[in-house]
């Protein structure tokens, strides 16, 4: 099924319904302000999810040193970014918090000690998808930050630990992007979606194989799988949130790719939803 061609009407949750986990390829920040087929379908997407109770959204855009939830009842909408349109930076995003959910979702992790965070807020990386995805703002949304001191298994291990917020109507969001090389970025190619550098299509289709085959322990090895993976992440922050989305997948849940194309040569906005 093509996410990109649904257009169903969002149904409350059930207390009998587990919630689908997403991996959004978030992109650039002008997709908060700008009309195209990758918004589109994160529209879609929310419309045929049940509608969630709360949002916990794991973004490429909050590392510390240590593990933080978002915890104050009003998070403020962060502009983490430079060299953009006033028109952006006006954006904002009033979507209220939760620290019940930011407390519950500290008392789940066993892995480290999680702290409750009252500075964050919501960045780029949550609020330009949520925007819209749910453009009214009424869904409360905590955030959870990525320890940029731990390796990959670290964060597939804590994230399996969050599981039990998708039975409580929690919609977990990892967002980054699995292909993100901003030093190679072809910016003359800003207009032309599906272009992409050769190592940029062989890493992203080698992920998406490893993904349906549920070999995710070959992603969490992602350095060990040569050069291709080596210029699609050279950094971590904008792979690890799949590893979050990947790590909650129960064995048979299906997963379905969307949004599934390369941009300005080195970045890939490729997404899925998983259940």
Known sequence: MNLTKINMIAKPMSSATQMPVL??????????????????????VAKALPIPDAILCISAHWETNGTYVSAMQKPRTIHDFGGFPRELFAVQYPAPGSPELAKETKNLVKKTITGLDEKWGLDHGCWSVLTRMYPAAGIPV???????S???????ELAGELSPLREKGVLIIGSGNMVHNLGL???????????????????????????LS???????????RGNSFDLAIPTPE?????????????????IEFFNDKPVMGSLTMTSLRIG
């Open 23 to 44: 991996f959004i390829g978030h992109g650039s920040p002008m997709n908060a302000i700008e009309e195209n087929e990758f918004v589109q379908a994160w529209r879609d």
């Open 185 to 211: 970025v072809d910016w003359r190619k800003m207009d032309e979606p599906g272009y992409g550098y050769d190592w940029a299509i062989e890493a992203n289709e080698t992920m998406k194989k490893f993904i």
């Open 150 to 156: 731990r390796p990959a298994q670290y964060h597939y």
């Open 214 to 224: 549920n070999d995710h322990q070959s992603l969490i090895n992602y350095r060990a």
């Open 142 to 148: 905590i955030q959870m930050s990525l320890d940029s």
């Open 238 to 254: 904008h792979f690890l949130p799949l590893l979050y989305a990947l790590a909650l997948k129960e064995e048979h849940e299906p």
